[in-house]
């Protein structure tokens, strides 16, 4: 994890984590990307990609070129993906399973889902927010819905970053004050981490990354 980036950058915490997991991952093929930004360079796939052919989606997107796609409603594409990227998405749906579902049948057979959810992290609507997983509900989730290898990545460093990624919003108007209490909270939690048998930030959790191969869809 690149700490210098966590204290200076200025995207949220959990945003930073996210980004750090992704990059991790090497990605090829046909892949779509949901809840996409109009602005593509904020998204998690950039467009110029080695090796990739990118689809973006969005339930009220402006840009032309971007999917219209409700993962509330049953979904039938033409077109298979190798890869689903979805992050800071299932949160404001009220039916996980049904998006999931969706997911898993626009996902080729041995096609991976990465994904994203908050755990810790303010109520964000967009225009709702309605959840927040657990390790386990996510796991559940996905075998629940033609998902197998199953990853789950607990993203944060434990409850002291935790308390500063919630308070975030008002903070960021301090920039120095708000470093500062950054480096300390990643001390803080560096230092309980030596005497609990637990890693913190399975506790503590900003965040989940999770990662899982799709079982449907025969070429």
């Known amino acids: 994890m690149n700490y210098f980036n966590i204290i200076f950058s200025n995207r949220s915490?959990?945003?930073?984590?996210q980004l750090e997991a992704f990059k991790k991952f090497k990605i090829a093929g046909e892949i779509?990307?949901?809840?996409?930004?109009e602005k593509k360079n904020k998204n998690f796939c950039s467009p110029n990609l080695d090796n990739c052919k990118i689809t973006f989606s969005?339930?009220?997107?402006?840009?032309?070129?971007?999917l219209n796609?409700?993962?509330?409603?049953?979904?039938?594409?033409?077109?298979?993906?190798?890869?689903?990227?979805?992050?800071?998405?299932?949160?404001h749906l009220l039916d996980a399973n049904l998006a999931l579902?969706?997911?898993?049948?626009?996902?080729?057979?041995?096609g991976k889902?990465?994904?994203?959810?908050?755990f810790l992290f303010r109520v964000h609507g967009a225009p709702k927010d309605y959840s927040r997983y657990t390790?386990?509900?996510?796991?559940?989730?996905?075998?629940?819905?033609?998902?197998k290898d199953i990853e789950i990545i607990e993203l944060g460093t434990g409850p002291f970053l935790a308390c500063i990624s919630l308070l975030r919003s008002y903070l960021k108007y301090l920039p120095i004050f708000y470093q500062l209490l950054i480096f300390l909270s990643l001390v803080f939690d560096k230092l309980i981490k030596l005497f609990i048998k637990t890693d913190p930030k399975k506790i503590y959790p900003i965040g989940y990354l999770f990662f899982a191969t799709n079982t449907q869809n025969e070429k």
């Open 58 to 66: 969005n339930i009220n997107p402006s840009n032309k070129d971007y």
């Open 32 to 37: 779509i990307e949901f809840g996409a930004s």
């Open 13 to 17: 915490i959990l945003r930073i984590f």
């Open 69 to 91: 796609i409700d993962l509330q409603k049953t979904i039938s594409l033409n077109t298979k993906f190798d890869y689903i990227v979805i992050f800071n998405v299932l949160e």
């Open 101 to 110: 579902r969706n997911l898993s049948a626009i996902c080729k057979k041995n």
């Open 135 to 147: 390790k386990d509900h996510l796991i559940e989730l996905l075998k629940s819905n033609n998902f």
């Open 113 to 118: 889902i990465i994904g994203s959810t908050p």
